[in-house]
């Protein structure tokens, strides 16, 4: 699923009306419609609704919503915040078709709006995508008094005040809406953590705007949903064998961290390798023989951490990093393996500290070795950014600079490919911030790696993977009790 910029939206929207054809006034009830067709799956009539409007599209939008939603039988009170005396062409044709069904109450000054005593649903329909300057004076008011508001908050496309592709300032006035159905397509502004409080649950209603449109538009924004994520899946043929699917090499643990290397191996085994080799120090020998005897172990002659590199003639993709350390003799593994690896490789966890430590290393990287860094580790790896639009842009350009690609985990993993396009991921939940995922996120990488899946959709894939299986872990045992191994428990497809 692509996602847009505001230019792109306001021309796919131009498009939708031109060539299907239909008039605007058509598509925003068509908007409201699928807006309200989510609405009664949530609510039923019992609970009264209050709208509030801006003179835009989205106040429009907001009008249509009143009256369709009335004649369902919903009792509705509709608020026009009166900031401008300009008004959009469908806004007033939408106050002409609802003025003789119901009142509509304007709004010039911040007295005249109600008081909020019971828990009513409230749908904020002030400023959509039009967004075009920080709200401020009576509709700045009105936002603040909304969120201090009892009720349910539902937002009509996005969040009034809250831009659609580039990063608000922190001090913005914002609708905090519990809800936010969007149209169409999600928003950048959604996959932002900074964001979080002005999204809400978001949910993404279709309106049937131009396909062909949406086809062709170039933008390095993308969103793995479940259909796109799905159709990456390599089936296994009837007649592969063990070898068809890769020798993975895991190297990873220290002493102190071996669970690191369990986790990453077990991780691994169980996404498909054919077959897995993990190099351990010499103190996580027996640990790893028993917790997972389907791997072979190569035995370090060091006894605490990695300090030497095995033969690599054998191996189809290798990953580094969980629980490794970062000791001199290890910093020394890492150049050595930069020097003579010949196949895919991911790099995680301490051997992302290394580099950053040692940043000659990042030229030595192969090109199209995936990084899979939280912002932490990505911040030391590539420095601070002002918010997180900038951190993403700072992704991108690290991606082309070292023709890398990097994980950049978090909620919405960003995939960012070494052509800077960026795929967010749908999967995943917070009962996965536990020690020990990430670790999992690498076996299940070196495995795909190791399957001859392209580098791009090893990362795409293997992201989306991890969070699937995070998101079945959390609905047998809670965010709260899940633990890493649940991921590695819940993985398959
Ligand atoms: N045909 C279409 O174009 C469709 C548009 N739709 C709705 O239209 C919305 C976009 O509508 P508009 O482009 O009219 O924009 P908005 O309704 O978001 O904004 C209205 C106007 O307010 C002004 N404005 C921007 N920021 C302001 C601020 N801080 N204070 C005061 N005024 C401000 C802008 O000049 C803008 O024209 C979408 O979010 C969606 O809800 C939907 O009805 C689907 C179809
Ligand atoms: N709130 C969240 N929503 C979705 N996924 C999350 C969330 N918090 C963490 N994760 C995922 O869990 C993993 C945590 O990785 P990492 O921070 O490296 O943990 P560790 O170092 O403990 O293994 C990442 O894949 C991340 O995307
Ligand atoms: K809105």
Known sequence: MKILNVKQIRELDAATIQNEPISSLNLMERASQAFVKWYEGRFDTTKSISVFCGKGNNGGDGLAISRILSGKGYH??????????????????????????????????INAMPEFVDDHVIIDALLGSGLSRPAEGLLAEVIKKINDAPGPIISVDIASGLYVDKSNEKADTIIEPDHTVTFQLPKLAFMMPQNAAFTGDWHVVDIGLNEKYIADASTPYHFTDQSSGEALVKFREKFSHKGTFGHALIMAGSYGKIGAAVLSSRACAHSGAGLLTVHVPECGYEILQISLPEAMISVDQNRNYIASVPELDSFSAIGIG?????????????????????????????????????????????????????????????????????????????????????????AYTAVILSDGDVHFNSTGNAGMATGGSGDVLTGILTSLLAQKYTPENAAIFGVFQHGLAGDKAAKKKTKTAMIASDIIDNLGW
């Open 76 to 109: 509705v009170r509709v608020f026009v915040i009166e900031y401008t005396k300009d008004a959009s062409e469908d806004f007033q044709q939408n106050l002409v078709k609802i003025e003789n069904l119901i009142q509509v109450k304007s709004v010039y000054e």
């Open 322 to 410: 969980p629980g490794i350390g970062q000791e001199a003799l290890t910093v020394r593994v890492l150049d050595e393996l930069l020097s003579k690896i010949k196949v895919p490789l991911i790099i995680d966890a301490d051997a992302l500290n290394i580099l950053s430590k040692h940043p000659d290393l990042l030229e030595k990287l192969p090109a199209k070795t995936i990084v899979s860094p939280h912002p932490k580790e990505f911040q030391r790896l590539a420095g601070e950014s002002a918010n997180e639009y900038d951190r993403l842009e700072l992704a991108r350009n690290f991606a082309q600079k070292h023709n890398v690609i990097i994980c950049l985990k978090g």
